[in-house]
């Protein structure tokens, strides 16, 4: 009789086991990093006065894109190595009338600008999922030209 027992608690141990295998941790789907992600490919501009026009190029999941944030600082001219510290920023939304989005290019035309000799700027772009971070780009710097 103590083989039954032995037998019956060894059964019983190995189905409750296999039964609560499935049971764990439930958690929220996240997104497939790689293929949500996007990167500023390439980014060209003009200055001229407060205004600046952007042409940029986006690689990877570009459909993704929620909102740009234009961030500007002063330029420091006596030390352009300088971490960059956003002073100004303007955010748009993708339907915005100062964007004009074409696939994986992006225009962006911001006449919202302090009026000065030269600045430092950067985008930053924001994924529809949230759980992923900002792609931020290179810091540019523009600068008026004056007449000779």
């Known amino acids: 009789m103590p083989n039954v027992d032995k037998l019956f608690l060894l059964t019983a141990l190995l189905v409750s086991a296999i039964l609560t295998a499935g ?14 992600r996007f990167v500023w490919k390439n980014i060209t501009f003009s200055a001229q006065s407060t205004c600046l026009n952007i ?24 030390c352009p190595s300088c971490p960059f510290v956003a002073r100004h920023t303007i955010s748009f939304e993708m339907d915005a009338p100062e964007i004009t989005y074409n696939g994986a290019s992006l ?21 529809v999922h949230n759980a992923l971070q900002p792609v931020i780009s290179h810091v540019m710097y523009a600068h008026e030209r004056n007449p000779l």
């Open 107 to 127: 225009s962006l035309r911001c006449c919202q600008l302090p009026e000065t000799t030269g600045y430092r700027w950067r985008l930053v772009g924001y994924n």
């Open 23 to 36: 049971c764990g941790v439930k958690a929220w789907p996240e997104p497939k990093v790689q293929e949500e």
């Open 55 to 78: 042409q940029a190029t986006l690689d990877g999941a570009f459909s993704n894109l929620s909102r740009v944030v234009l961030e500007v600082a002063p330029a420091d001219e006596d």
